[in-house]
């Protein structure tokens, strides 16, 4: 027997949650999390575009946030993500987490984004 490690479970969830997502004809809302930072961004598959994007390396984020932990900047990444995206016209999208579980900073920025306005 041989042990799977938890990169390829990530990878098999990741993998799933596109294939369920591809029937969808909505935007896709993908999140990137590191250590110290969260990457979002929205995409237009059928294009290949990426429509809006915001993540705590932003200038704005850092000029406007003085977020004191991971989840309050996520929250935040979350709201700035949806203002965008608003301003480009997309009002629904379709959260894809990228394998990762859905509680603290992944929680939290989808639940900025709805905040926002933003509907999925």
Do not use: W
């Not at 990530?10 to 591809?22: D, E, T, V, W």
Request: proline share 1%; aromatic share 8%.
């Amino acid at each position: 027997m041989s042990r799977v490690s938890k990169y390829e479970r990530k990878a098999r969830r990741a993998k799933g949650i596109k294939f369920n997502l591809s029937a969808n004809t909505r935007p896709r809302l993908t999140v990137f999390r590191s250590l110290k930072h969260i990457y979002a961004q929205i995409i237009n598959d059928e294009t290949q575009v990426t429509i809006a994007s915001a993540s705590t390396n932003d200038k704005e984020f850092k000029t406007q946030s003085s977020a004191g932990n991971k989840c309050n900047a996520s929250k935040a990444v979350g709201m700035m993500l949806a203002k965008r995206a608003l301003q480009a016209g997309v009002k629904s999208v379709a959260f894809d987490r990228n394998g990762y579980l859905y509680h603290g900073r992944v929680k939290s920025l989808a639940d900025g984004a709805r905040e926002a306005g933003l509907d999925f």
